[in-house]
């Protein structure tokens, strides 16, 4: 069965402490492993998407990152305005659905 | 990028009605999705907006209580019918680019009084 599956469910860090979030995946034939960005209100943001193992992307502060198994979303420095939850999703090969993880809602303090 | 329009940004309903959520994008997508969101939740996919045929639900949604068309290839509306107080939740509308990039409307977020 298809599953993600992200950690911790809630991080708090301080300003400038730098920390991942890990997403572990179980899709078959997976077609693109994604990371959001979403606010309280407000519709999940597109960040990254990676397709292939050892493929990195870099945005301001994140960086993700991909294995054949997980994915990492690395925080550099973050600022109080990164503070959000951050949900990722996989790509199924056979279904071609999103599957998401609950999410890793951050708080960073000032 | 595809930028989605979605209506309404939230209401607040009364039991027993229904509500129908529009959803706008400014290109043609390859795929569109309906997912639902409840308070605390991750996203739970409801249906594949299939243009020009009957949407594809997934298990536990049926098609009396969300009716959905997609008539072309850039818009697409879900009905919440007979709603109740368990349907309160941020309804998402979702789009597959051509790039296979995946992006998501601001949310309805749907009271049921």
């Known amino acids: 069965e298809d599953q993600v599956t992200q950690s911790p469910e809630a991080l708090r860090l301080q300003e400038g402490e730098s920390s991942s979030l890990n997403c572990s995946y179980t899709?078959?034939?997976?077609?693109?492993l994604f990371w959001y960005r979403q606010d309280p209100g407000k519709g999940p943001e597109f960040l990254f998407t990676?397709?292939?193992a050892g493929e990195e992307k870099e945005k301001e502060r994140l960086k993700a990152t991909l294995t054949k198994k997980e994915s990492f979303l690395h925080i550099t420095a973050p600022k109080p305005e990164d503070s959000a939850t951050y949900l990722c999703a996989a790509r199924s090969g056979n279904t071609g659905k999103l599957i998401f993880g609950q999410g890793t809602t951050l708080q960073v303090k000032p | 990028s595809a930028v989605i329009s979605q209506k309404p940004s939230r209401d607040i309903c009364q039991r027993g009605t229904s509500l129908t959520i529009q959803c706008q994008v400014d290109s043609q997508v390859t795929m569109m999705f309906w997912y639902r969101q409840q308070p605390g939740q991750s996203l739970t996919l409801i249906a594949t907006?299939?243009?020009?045929?009957?949407?594809?639900?997934e298990s536990g949604f049926v098609i009396d209580k969300f009716p959905i068309s997609r008539p072309n290839l850039t818009f697409s509306t879900l009905t919440v019918s007979n709603m109740s107080p368990e349907d309160s939740s941020i309804y998402l509308c979702?789009?597959?680019?051509?790039?296979?990039?995946?992006?998501f409307g601001q949310g309805t977020r749907l009271t049921v009084v």
């Open positions: 979702s789009v597959v680019t051509t790039r296979t990039e995946a992006f």
């Open positions: 907006a299939n243009q020009g045929s009957e949407a594809t639900y």
């Open positions: 990676l397709y292939s």
């Open positions: 899709v078959s034939g997976l077609r693109g």
